[in-house]
């Protein structure tokens, strides 16, 4: 599907993919040439790998899975979920503290993926991008930037990863 050009049909696509600001991103791709669209879509994806405030039925999951399967990778954190509850720790904060962490480890990739930094002697040279691709998934030379930049931005709860009761 070829990227509309004109900001009207722009600002619909943002809108239709659930945006919350689809004009303010569509500006921005049409004003600044930046790849919004590709980083919008990233980001959602990103997000949705990242817990929801309003489910915290993976808890149980990850307990029982630790209980069938004690000693297999990520088997740790069922035990430690399960020492969390027994210690009285809420589901909600148990959510609110696993929600924060992911967020703040995408927020440390999407940053990643913009700049290496790679400051080990003969390697400093080597970087990486994420970039967008064409119809048959081939690179287009286009890298979609800034990604950490919109990250709280396309916080589902639309708090920006601010507190449930934050003022």
């Known amino acids: 599907m070829p990227i509309p050009k004109d900001e009207r049909k722009l600002v619909e696509l943002f809108r239709e993919l659930g945006a919350r600001d689809p004009e303010g991103w569509a500006a921005s791709q049409v004003s600044e040439g930046a790849n919004q669209l590709?980083?919008?879509?990233?980001?959602?994806?990103?997000w949705e790998r990242v817990v929801s405030e309003s489910d915290d039925a993976w808890i149980d999951q990850e307990i029982a899975n630790s209980q069938r399967t004690p000693g297999q990778p990520f088997a740790g954190v069922g035990h430690a979920l399960a020492r969390m509850q027994a210690m009285g720790v809420s589901r909600e904060d148990i959510v609110d503290l696993t929600r924060g962490m992911q967020a703040r480890l995408l927020f440390d990739i999407c940053y990643l993926l913009g700049d290496p930094s790679i400051r080990e002697p003969g390697v400093e040279d080597l970087g990486w991008a994420l970039v967008e691709t064409d119809e048959d998934f081939e690179?287009?030379?286009?890298s979609i930037s800034g990604l950490h930049e919109s990250v709280l931005d396309t916080d589902p709860t639309g708090r920006n990863m601010r507190p449930r009761n934050a003022p």
């Open 38 to 46: 590709h980083r919008f879509l990233f980001l959602r994806q990103a």
């Open 139 to 142: 690179p287009t030379g286009e």
